[in-house]
Antibody
Framework: QVQLQESGPGLVKPSETLSLTCTVS????????WSWIRQPAGKGLEWIGR???????NYNPSLKSRVTMSVDTSKNQFSLKLSSVTAADTAVYYC????????????WGQGTLVTVSS | ENVLTQSPGTLSLSPGERATLSCRAS???????LAWYQQKPGQAPRLLIC???SRATGIPDRFSGSGSGTDFTLTISRLEPEDFAVYYC?????????FGQGTKVEIK
């Protein structure tokens, strides 16, 4: 059973960079796309982007100028960096696996709350 | 981007009743790339339906999806107590993937 776990600071100051890591267990990170999705409190889901195990990325244009994703296959981890954060970036951040083909995000982490505040 | 609009915003029903949720896209979606998720408070979304009509692994057959083009439907044939939750549709046909704003199915 594939499991994903987000980790990183729960509090980030405005204008700084949010950094999160997702650790994958129970399966290999290879040959899949891995996504980041966020959800502000009481609101809907926003797809941030995805990274393939080779390092190829697709980002949401609304965040593209501030987002960087990376993957470390040796550690079975992938990461998200979001720069120049504001209070609008406060949300629960989820990492997820795309199942491949016509299967979208099928395995999700439990989510981690990141608050942007001074 | 492809904007997904879900209706109604809230559905108030009793256990045993049938729930019909709608998802309308601003641009046509290939049927292979429309999904439905269920989310309960404090939990991550759970994939229910992919490819517009295929149930994900372990999903009960009371959940069914249909539709094509710009109009899609999720039907729950007989609501069980554990089905009261928020439901989201998602298109993963064209980047960026987008989600609808959600439909809350609440106990009447």
């Amino acid at each position: 059973q594939v499991q994903l776990q987000e980790s990183g600071p729960g509090l980030v100051k405005p204008s700084e960079t949010l950094s999160l890591t997702c650790t994958v267990s129970g399966g290999s990170i290879s040959t899949y796309y891995w996504s980041w999705i966020r959800q502000p409190a009481g609101k809907g889901l926003e797809w941030i982007g995805r990274i393939y195990s080779s390092g190829s990325t697709n980002y949401n244009p609304s965040l593209k100028s501030r987002v960087t994703m990376s993957v470390d296959t040796s550690k079975n981890q992938f990461s998200l960096k979001l720069s120049s954060v504001t209070a609008a970036d406060t949300a629960v951040y989820y990492c997820a696996r795309e199942g491949g083909g016509w299967v979208p995000e099928d395995y999700w982490g439990q989510g981690t709350l990141v608050t942007v505040s001074s | 981007e492809n904007v997904l609009t879900q209706s109604p915003g809230t559905l108030s029903l009793s256990p045993g009743e049938r729930a019909t949720l709608s998802c309308r896209a601003s641009q046509s979606v290939s049927s292979s790339y429309l999904a439905w998720y269920q989310q309960k408070p404090g939990q991550a979304p759970r994939l229910l339906i992919c490819g517009a009509s295929s149930r994900a692994t372990g999903i009960p057959d009371r959940f069914s999806g249909s539709g094509s083009g710009t109009d899609f439907t999720l039907t729950i044939s007989r609501l069980e107590p554990e089905d009261f939750a928020v439901y989201y549709c998602q298109q993963y046909d064209n980047s960026p993937w987008t989600f609808g704003q959600g439909t809350k199915v609440e106990i009447k």
